[in-house]
Structure formats: structure tokens, C-alpha cells
């Protein structure tokens, strides 16, 4: 049996185990392998075995929000097994619990020798990427101290300090040196005639810095009841469609996943806060551009994610002393890391700026959720952070001197700064990638809908109305200049992006979907755009490709050239429904909702390209994030579009 990693998630901790339960170490792949709390993995082994054998699965570990799995010693079809094992597994905060019965089939009693084989090596998530990149670490130290009731692993380096501890109930009879650094845990079970022993395990991870008070919850039954608690909370007061229950399971699912995806951030005033991350297992992280689309899908249902997640950008907003990383004053974060290769400077990511489009996707969150809630104080509080991301799109962004928000590649950071940022997203149709500046057609619209909505703000908060009308002013003069200078006449669409020169990136993408949701776009050329994206080449049945089939450029395995993304859906959704396209934002819906349908109802990052013509199964995409935030939010978001049709 293929042993697969299956997810379990709680705030900024998840653990990724096999389909035994078990935690191998094993470097590279599409999925990190093991227990991680803020970036670090604190679990980088962890096996069972019995009589020193690795048992045989009877059932392995399903996906779900606990991890179990039944298992029995090796034997064969003359020697029915001796006992069998139930494994049960579960991640709370800085925490994992597993609980391990163990039941005799014999009529007379049995002694068992059980044993867990557990290390944790504290490498950083950025060293278990696939880009075969390595880091000095000097003058790293790990050491393992045995106790009455377990182990306590220790790494440090410098000033920085983390540690696992891990304790048992009973405690084991034995902690054996493995001669690889690992340490075994081991038992003999007395086991009564058809009896039954267990085993409670419970892991606490101390990340550096973290100088909380810490309790482990007792079992995975009460880390259970501890998320179906949170989870509940999400869903209280959703009305949920009664006519479309597919679409009404998907909301539930994502509401589910967004519950266990909050992190934890700090407000201006030093408050805290919990806010989506970006997802699991890569990026259980704030991300300032995933953070704002997962709010702003979200905000009908729970408008107080939106407040904390505009509390915690600005918070991080850069400032003029000591901005880092392509930062400018009044420019929002894309990125907040905690791990060892961030503090130390040797990944960009503790505070990385990177991004052209999340700093107007702040203003458009506040614009937003002022207009919805009608909490003007928080509009206010924030009115000096939303002026200064304002300046920061008329300055360093490009919008006086270039008149768009402009982007260059980032030697050691991201190549593309807006949403589809790998490094060949942005491309012409034959595939051919821009040199120099870069000016993303997506990111104009956010631009636009930013300028406007603080506007009023403005106007109607602020009571600025010398201010409102200036930036109403550059909202329509960036209108014009860009159905001007993005608009292709030949294939009567918009360009993905302009280059340094002004040209034109002339491949079709689902980014002009954006500037449906945005308003950028006059009627007529909404109109064409809309039912542009809809045609065989663009719409998979599953939802639109990232990039036209056709073009050389399009591949549907890859990243942004071709996939499908259900929160790059979800924009389109609602702007086909802005131009008053509602058949087709109920068709590209419909799909998304029977993807769901198909894996569980929970939408996965991305997609394969592939149509549903040929591929009656939406083909799974390989390096995806399991649990996203955006494609959690994205049923709600369907939900506001389309209503329960």
C-alpha cells in the first residue's frame, strides 16, 4: 500500500502522518512529513511497532479532522493475528495526541512488546521544499533528555531555542538510544484474556519564543470537541441555500476548514487576534494577499474575520524606518514567517513585501466591511493606515509616474508580485515571459475598486471631501487608460500585463475575470469578457483555466499557466454577476460546487486543466495545498453571486 500523507490541521500547527499513523522523516516530495508548529517541525519521526515489527493496516487513516487506523501484527491467512491495534490521532495548539488500544484476540494472557520511535529534528519547513536549496546552520546544537514519563528534545542555535516534549500514560518501561539520535519509547502490555490496554501520548511543541502557558489536551476526543466547538461558532447564523444542498455542504465544509485554519496575529494595539492563514501544509502562515480574498469572500457570513484581518496588515503595514524587503512606507505585507531560517535572515519571508496587489486589496477589505457592517470605527481608527497604502499605490507603486502599480522581479524573493506569482505566470501566448517592469492587468482593477471605495470612505467617514474627490478622480482616469492600453482589438480582450515599454502581454487569462469583480471594465467590454470566459478554450467544466487551452503557453499541469482555481473562480463568479451575466455565473457555480461534490466537498487549492469532456473526475493537482483559505471562502462566495439557484 502507497503510503499517503493526510492532513490534520489546528491554527499554526498541523501534522502530516502516513496511512499507519506513522511520521517517517523522509525529506522532499509535494508534502511535508511530520508534526509543525510556526514553520519548524517538531515530530520528524514517529513509528510504531510491535514484537519490533512494523504492523500490517487493516484500515488506514482517512482523511478527516482525527487520524485513525486499525492495525494487526504480520502473520498469514493460518495465523489469525494475535491482537489488534487502534490508533487514534488528533492536533490541538502546539500540541499532538494520540491514543493507542490494544486488544487481545486469545483466550489466555498475552505480554506485548509495543514501541514508538520518535526524534524531532527542528528543520525548517523552507529546508523540506523540493528547490534543493541548503542552509548553514552553525553552531546548532540538538540533546535529548530522558524522564520519568517520556522525552524531551532540545535545538538550539545562537539565541534561538525550541523544543518537543513528549509524555506517555503509563509511562514507559524503557527509553532505548537508537544509535540514529532517535529515541525509543517501550512497553510490555500485560493483556488480560480478550482484554484491552492503552496508551496515551501526548506531544508538546515549544517553538522559540513562545512563552505560553501550554496544557495538552488529554485525548484526540478532546482536541475534537475543543475545534467542533470553534467550528460550530463559524457556522452559527449562516443561512444556508435549503434548494442547492450540494452548494449548502460546501459552505459548511469551507466554514469547517476556515475555523481550523485561523492563526494567530497581533492588532496595532498589541491585541490578539486570529485570522486566516494562507493554507496547509506550505503556507499555515499570514498572507496578506490570501488573507484579504479569504475575508473579503467570507465577509457576509463573518464580518469579524474581515476586522481582524485588517487589524493584524496593519499592524505589519511597513513604515518608513525600517521597512525590509521590497517595503515601502504604507505598503502592505505579503508574507509574516516565524521560522529559524527567517529570524536568522536567511529566507526573505519574516516580513516580506513582495506583493503589487495586496496593499489595494486593504483598501477594498475596509471600503468593504464599513459599507456591509456599517462600523465606521474601525474606518477610523484605520484612517491613517488606509492613507498611507493609498500614497503607497500613487508612489513607489507606480500609479503618478507609470499611471498603473508596477512590479519588478525580486532577486531572492518572487519573480511575479501579483496573485499568479511563479516564476513563468506572467507570459505572453507563445510563452515568451517580460523583462523589467511588469504592470499585471489583475492588479489595476484591485487599484481601481481601492481608489473608489476609500473614496468613500473618505467622503462619508472621514468627511474629506477634497480627498474623496481626488481619488475618484484617479479612479477614473485609471479607468480610461486602461481600456486604452490593455485592451486587445483582435481577440477583443484584455492583455494579461503590460511590459517596461508599454506592450502588450498578449496571452488570454482568467485574470480578466478580476476586472469583471473590480468594475473596470465599460459594460460592452464586461459583456465580451464575461462570455469570453465561458468558451470551450477558457471554461473545463470544472471552472476557467488560469490560461487558455490552445495557446503554446498553456499547459494543464501547470501552476498558473492553464489549472484551474477555485477562489480565481470564485472572483469571476462575482463579477459575471456585477455585469449582470447571471447564467453564466450560475454555469461556472454549478461547476465548481459538483468539484467540490467530488473530493468530499471541500475545493482543493487548485486543479488540473483537464475538461470534464474527457476527464469525467476533476484530476487532482499535484503540489496543491490540501486546506486553503481562499478556496474555503470561495462556496460562500458562490453563495453571494448566485444566490441558492
Not at 44 to 59: D, I, K, N, Y
Not at 86 to 94: C, K, L, N, P, W
Not at 160 to 170: L, R
Request: charged share 20%.
Amino acid at each position: 500500500m502507497t503510503d499517503r500523507h493526510h492532513l490534520l490541521v489546528r491554527g499554526a500547527t498541523f501534522a502530516a502522518v502516513g496511512d499507519r499513523g506513522d511520521i517517517s522523516g523522509v525529506r522532499g516530495g509535494s508534502s511535508p512529513d511530520g508534526l509543525f508548529v510556526r514553520d519548524a517541525r517538531h515530530l520528524s519521526r514517529w513509528q510504531l511497532t510491535v514484537e519490533g515489527a512494523v504492523p500490517e493496516v487493516l484500515t488506514p487513516v482517512a482523511d478527516g479532522d482525527t487520524a485513525r487506523c486499525v492495525l494487526v501484527p504480520r502473520g498469514g491467512r493460518q495465523e489469525p493475528p494475535a491482537h489488534t491495534l487502534f490508533r487514534e490521532q488528533a492536533v490541538g495548539d502546539s500540541s499532538f495526541v494520540e491514543t493507542v488500544r490494544v486488544t487481545s484476540n486469545r483466550p489466555v494472557p498475552t505480554t506485548v512488546r509495543l514501541a514508538i520511535t520518535a526524534d524531532a529534528d527542528f528543520t525548517d519547513q523552507f529546508e523540506l521544499r523540493s528547490d534543493h536549496r541548503t542552509y548553514v546552520k552553525a553552531g546548532a546544537q540538538r540533546s535529548r533528555v530522558v524522564m520519568d514519563d517520556g522525552i524531551e528534545f532540545t535545538y538550539r542555535r545562537a539565541e534561538w531555542t525550541s523544543c518537543t516534549t513528549i509524555t506517555a500514560e503509563p509511562a514507559p518501561d524503557a527509553v532505548e538510544e537508537t544509535g540514529t539520535g532517535a529515541r525509543r519509547l517501550v512497553w510490555a502490555l500485560e493483556l488480560e484474556p480478550h482484554g484491552t490496554r492503552e496508551l496515551v501520548l501526548r506531544v508538546m511543541a515549544r517553538p522559540h519564543g513562545d512563552r505560553r502557558a501550554l496544557r495538552v489536551p488529554r485525548d484526540p476526543a478532546a482536541v475534537n470537541a475543543q475545534l467542533h466547538a470553534l467550528e460550530g461558532e463559524f457556522v452559527e447564523g449562516v443561512a444556508f441555500p435549503t434548494g442547492w444542498p450540494e452548494l449548502a455542504a460546501a459552505c459548511a465544509r469551507g466554514l469547517a476548514d476556515l475555523a481550523a485554519l485561523q492563526v494567530p496575529a497581533t492588532g496595532p494595539d498589541g491585541e490578539e487576534l486570529r485570522v486566516p492563514a494562507g493554507g496547509a501544509p506550505w503556507f499555515l502562515t499570514l498572507l496578506g494577499r490570501d488573507t484579504l480574498l479569504t475575508s473579503l469572500f467570507a465577509l457576509p457570513y463573518r464580518p469579524r474575520t474581515a476586522a481582524a484581518t485588517l487589524l493584524a496588515l496593519a499592524a505589519t503595514q511597513a513604515t518608513g524606518a525600517g521597512a525590509s524587503r521590497v517595503g515601502q512606507p504604507g505598503k502592505i505585507v505579503h508574507e509574516v514567517r516565524h521560522g529559524e531560517l527567517a529570524h536568522f535572515g536567511q529566507v526573505p519571508y519574516g516580513r516580506y513585501y513582495g506583493s503589487v496587489d495586496a496593499t489595494p486589496l486593504f483598501l477594498v477589505l475596509l471600503g468593504a466591511y464599513t459599507e456591509r457592517t456599517g462600523d465606521t470605527a474601525l474606518a477610523r481608527r484605520l484612517e491613517g493606515h488606509a492613507r498611507a497604502a493609498v500614497a503607497w499605490m500613487l508612489d513607489h507603486g507606480g500609479l503618478t509616474s507609470r499611471g498603473y502599480l508596477v512590479y519588478r522581479a525580486d532577486e531572492g524573493g518572487l519573480a511575479n508580485q501579483n496573485w499568479k506569482d511563479s516564476p513563468g505566470a506572467i507570459c505572453c501566448a507563445d510563452g515568451t515571459r517580460p523583462t523589467g517592469a511588469v504592470m499585471a492587468a489583475g492588479a489595476q482593477g484591485y487599484a481601481y475598486d481601492a481608489l473608489r471605495r476609500t473614496a468613500w470612505v473618505a467622503r462619508t467617514v472621514w468627511a474629506d471631501e477634497t480627498y474623496a474627490a481626488l481619488l475618484e478622480q484617479a479612479a477614473a482616469d485609471l479607468r480610461d487608460r486602461f481600456q486604452r492600453d490593455f485592451w486587445m482589438p483582435e481577440p477583443s480582450f484584455p492583455a494579461l500585463a503590460l511590459d517596461g515599454r508599454g506592450r502588450r502581454i498578449d496571452a488570454l487569462a482568467s485574470d480578466a475575470g478580476h476586472l469583471l469583480w473590480t468594475g473596470l471594465l465599460d459594460k460592452e467590454y464586461g459583456e465580451l469578457v464575461g462570455r469570453r470566459l465561458l468558451e470551450p478554450d477558457f471554461f473545463s467544466g470544472w471552472g476557467v483555466r488560469t490560461l487558455a487551452a490552445g495557446q503554446p503557453a498553456y499547459h494543464p499541469l501547470s501552476y498558473h499557466r492553464g489549472s484551474v482555481w477555485p477562489h480565481d473562480n470564485a472572483l469571476i463568479t462575482l463579477g459575471l454577476a456585477r455585469y449582470g451575466l447571471h447564467d453564466e455565473a450560475r454555469t461556472v457555480a454549478h461547476a465548481l460546487v459538483d468539484a467540490a461534490t467530488a473530493a468530499g466537498h471541500r475545493l482543493p487549492e487548485v486543479l488540473a486543466g483537464y475538461g470534464r469532456d474527457t476527464h469525467p473526475e476533476p484530476v487532482p493537482f499535484p503540489h496543491a495545498c490540501v486546506r486553503e483559505s481562499r478556496s474555503a471562502a470561495a462556496p460562500l462566495a458562490l453563495l453571494t453571486a448566485v444566490g441558492g439557484a
